[in-house]
């Protein structure tokens, strides 16, 4: 198992609410990036952070939003929520962006929208 | 943007069978190649990758083939067991400092015992 967790486990949310997932990464490793993962689907990149900026996005509308901490964990904020959102949220750790290419992810949060 | 094909969506082998998944990408900028392994209700976990400047990767009885020119690359998996039915994934990145991964739409592979 990757050191990458993630919080909460589930969340069931009614539409047009906003969420937060919590994401603390692998230690050592300084960029986190998000992706959302529908069902029978492969993950879809929703954006990364690097040294708590934003450092490349996904095609995501903008209330899909995140921030990155100085102790480099992170969350992705979600508001007006749609159905359509209700996926397996993951996040996934990697070292520099210089250095290593590997991405490990957390378990996920699986959100259901209402 | 990059886009990744992968086939087949369903592959059934019997024990001890190999098992061969293939990926198409797009973008010739791509130099990184990751697989990764799905088990239902967990997180994709990282199994082996390969990078644009080698052609073949091996580790036990996994294995990585890229060819740069066709765009493809695949995963083999030999002596297959039970424990290896999963859902495999595989990605493609651009280099540069956003190493965003462009993901396949998976292989549910089962094997017989």
């Known amino acids: 198992e990757t050191g990458v967790t993630q919080s909460p486990t589930h969340l069931i949310k009614t539409r047009g609410q906003q969420v937060t997932l919590r994401c603390s990464s692998q230690s050592g490793h300084n960029t986190v990036s998000w992706y959302q993962q529908a069902l029978g689907q492969g993950p879809q990149f929703i954006f990364q952070y690097y040294r708590e900026e934003e450092n490349g996005r996904g095609n995501f509308p903008p209330r899909f939003s995140g921030l990155q901490f100085p102790n480099y964990s992170s969350e992705l904020n979600v508001n007006a929520l749609e159905l359509d959102d209700s996926a397996l949220y993951l996040c996934?750790?990697?070292?520099?962006?210089?250095?290593?290419?590997?991405?490990?992810f957390g378990p996920g949060t699986r959100l259901t929208v209402t | 943007g990059e886009n990744v094909e992968q086939h087949p969506s369903t592959l059934s082998v019997q024990e001890g069978d190999s098992a061969v998944i293939k990926c198409t990408y797009s973008d010739s900028a791509s130099n990184y190649f990751p697989w990764y392994k799905q088990e239902l209700g967990k997180r994709p976990q990282l199994i082996i990758d390969i990078r644009s400047n080698v052609g073949e990767k091996k580790d036990q009885r996994i294995a990585v083939t890229l060819n740069k020119t066709a765009k493809h690359f695949s995963l083999h998996i030999t002596e297959t067991q039970p424990e290896d039915s999963a859902v495999y994934f595989c990605a493609a990145s651009i280099g540069g400092s956003a190493r965003q991964l462009t993901f396949g739409s998976g292989t549910q592979l089962t094997v017989l015992p």
């Open positions: 996934a750790s990697s070292l520099t962006l210089a250095g290593g290419y590997e991405q490990y």
